[in-house]
Antibody, heavy 116, light 107 residues
Framework: EVQLVETGGGLVQPGKSLKLTCATS????????MHWVRQSPEKQLEWVAQ??????????YYAESVKGRFTISRDDSKSSVYLQMNSLKEEDTAIYYC???????WGQGVMVTVSS | DIQMTQSPSSMSASLGDRVTITCRASQDIGNYLSWFQQKPGKSPRRMIYGATNLAAGVPSRFSGSRSGSDYSLTISSLESEDMAIYYC?????????FGAGTKLELK
């Protein structure tokens, strides 16, 4: 059974950092292209970032709104994908989901609240 | 960036109705269009991929179609369990972009 479990969310002040983890199981993670997608309190979905597999040189892609502040990475030995979020802004407040296989599989999401 | 203009933003319909939701792409996206259903407190669920392909386990009353740059999700006979928010997504070009969503409610 495919599972994606996000952790690491919470309340953080503007300008601070947070790192999200998505632990996966049930599929060959090393071949997987992984995404992070977020959903604002207004329910708008926004694609955030993607990381491809080793065979694709771990290529990464970002939304303009997070480029230079967020970094997606992976550890194939742990079947996990990460989202390092720096210089957080109030507009980064959202539920963050990791997804796989063309957005066919989603985690349960983790809440990130950026507020002073 | 490719803009996905989704309409309507909300709609109410009766059980058994035929319902259609549309997304218009600002550039050519071929068939790189997916539809998602999201119920309160749940993660999005992919319903349609490649514009017209039904995802595994999705009821056959759901279908996807394309006419030029307009993409549609149709529910042939609305059931109570279909009440949700529906989103489209283009995945041909970075950044991938979602439509703003259509909230489907029971009349």
């Amino acid at each position: 059974e495919v599972q994606l479990v996000e952790t690491g969310g919470g309340l953080v002040q503007p300008g601070k950092s947070l790192k999200l983890t998505c632990a996966t199981s049930g599929f060959t993670f090393s071949n997987a292209w992984m995404h992070w997608v977020r959903q604002s309190p207004e329910k708008q979905l926004e694609w955030v970032a993607q990381i491809k597999a080793k065979s694709n040189n771990y290529a990464t892609y970002y939304a303009e709104s997070v480029k230079g502040r967020f970094t997606i990475s992976r550890d194939d030995s742990k079947s996990s994908v990460y989202l390092q979020m720096n210089s957080l802004k109030e507009e980064d407040t959202a539920i963050y989901y990791c997804t796989w296989k063309g957005f066919d599989y989603w985690g349960q999401g983790v809440m990130v609240t950026v507020s002073s | 960036d490719i803009q996905m203009t989704q309409s309507p933003s909300s709609m109410s319909a009766s059980l058994g109705d035929r319902v259609t939701i549309t997304c218009r792409a600002s550039q050519d996206i071929g068939n790189y269009l997916s539809w998602f259903q999201q119920k309160p407190g749940k993660s999005p669920r992919r319903m349609i991929y490649g514009a017209t392909n039904l995802a595994a386990g999705v009821p056959s009353r759901f279908s996807g179609s394309r006419s030029g740059s307009d993409y549609s999700l149709t529910i042939s006979s609305l059931e109570s369990e279909d009440m949700a928010i529906y989103y489209c997504l283009q995945s041909i070009q970075y950044p991938y972009t979602f439509g703003a969503g259509t909230k489907l409610e029971l009349k």
